[in-house]
């Protein structure tokens, strides 16, 4: 079975973007055909759980993957020069620096998806 990894690079200044990955991965998880995914905030993509606190459209996305058990990653790094931590600590999502995360995702022959 195959395996996906999807990339959050954007932030709220492209909603759309931001929209497609979400709905994309709750896409991905209820068809119940890949192996594994994995979902990554990274760059201003850590901006996201922050940005959709009030969102009462993306919100419920963003809070079904945070539940589903799907892996989910913010880059500690990105998150602290970006003043970022707090709203990913409430949101609770994990951070770590995820680059090792994303190479071995790669090595594992992982279907990348960038937002």
């Known amino acids: 079975m195959a395996k996906l990894a999807i990339v959050l690079l954007s932030d709220m200044k492209d909603p ?34 922050g940005q959709l606190k009030d969102d009462a459209t993306l919100k419920p996305v963003l809070d079904e993957l945070l539940v589903s058990g799907v892996t989910t990653l913010a880059c500690i790094y990105n998150a602290r020069g970006l003043g970022e931590e707090d709203n990913l600590r409430e949101a609770e999502v994990q951070m770590q620096a995820i680059g090792a995360d994303l190479v071995t995702v790669v090595e594992q022959g992982y279907q990348m998806m960038t937002f």
């Open 16 to 49: 759309v973007k931001v929209e497609m990955a979400l709905r994309f991965t709750a896409v991905a998880l209820k068809q119940n055909r890949l192996e594994d995914i994995r979902f990554f905030f990274f760059g201003p993509g850590v901006r996201v759980p």
